[in-house]
């Protein structure tokens, strides 16, 4: 992993971001995002760039998070699109009750 610091990003659409997207993991041209909410401090969005065995076969990974009643900050859904297999994975997280 490239020892880069993270650029952090406030605009409109979305009040803090923190990117690294130049960064160079396990891959050339990998990138992750984490969007926070500034009043809470608490995960808004994760944003994941990759591919598979070659740059042609990218995959974009994304993580939405919401707070259930009690304030407890949770994966609220989840979206694999892996874009030249025109493969989509949509996963959504509800209905959280009280035991």
């Known amino acids: 992993m490239a020892n880069k610091k993270a650029v952090v990003s406030p ?3 979305h009040p803090f971001s923190a990117s690294n997207a130049p960064m160079r993991y396990l891959k050339q041209g990998d990138s992750i995002t984490f969007t926070l ?3 809470t401090k ?3 969005n994760v944003r994941v760039g990759s591919y598979l065995n070659d740059p042609s076969n990218a995959v974009k990974i994304s993580a939405e998070f ?3 009643p009690d ?3 949770h994966v609220a859904s989840t979206l694999i ?5 025109e493969l989509r994975v949509n996963e959504v997280n509800s209905n959280y009750q009280m035991r």
Do not use: E, V
């Open 37 to 39: 909410d500034p009043q």
């Open 66 to 68: 919401a707070q259930l």
């Open 71 to 73: 304030g407890t900050n």
């Open 81 to 85: 699109n892996g874009i030249s297999k």
């Open 11 to 13: 605009n409109s659409s």
């Open 42 to 44: 608490q995960l808004q």
